[in-house]
């Protein structure tokens, strides 16, 4: 077994929550491989980029992604894709305070792409 292999072995232990760094497809990807069906990380790249300048931040946004349902089309599953900033609270305009916390669902397949019918799978 390769030294970089080694590596992986804590993480693939760990199987539901890797807590590294992750550009949201490969989350993505991660999450639908997993055998749980769930995934845990720090985001990365562009989208957390935009998302840090957005609310003016330095803070790492986590990206937790789970499986809803399978598809019709095989391989291809309903996700649930949650963004939030941990111990974070940014002000209001009423002088209180929120945590950043926003999600969305997607329906997306092996090869990243969404199934050939998103309706009604």
């Given amino acids: 077994m390769a030294p ?7 993480f693939l232990a760990l199987g539901q929550y890797a807590h590294a760094q992750t550009e949201l497809r490969d ?3 991660a999450a639908m491989n997993a ?3 769930q995934v845990e990380t720090i985001l990365t790249g562009p989208m957390a980029e935009a998302a840090r300048a ?8 986590v990206v937790r992604i789970s499986t809803v349902s399978a598809l019709r089309q095989a391989g291809c599953k309903r996700m649930d894709v949650l963004l939030y900033i941990p111990d ?5 305009t009423d002088g209180g305070s929120h945590e950043f916390r ?6 997306v397949c092996p090869d990243g792409r969404p199934p050939e019918s998103s309706h009604g799978d």
């Fill in 35 to 37: 055998e749980s069906g």
């Fill in 88 to 92: 974070k609270k940014f002000p209001t």
């Fill in 54 to 61: 957005g609310l003016q931040t330095t803070d790492d946004i």
């Fill in 4 to 10: 970089r292999s080694l590596l992986l072995i804590p």
């Fill in 102 to 107: 926003t999600g969305f669902q997607l329906n």
């Fill in 27 to 29: 989350a993505l990807m």
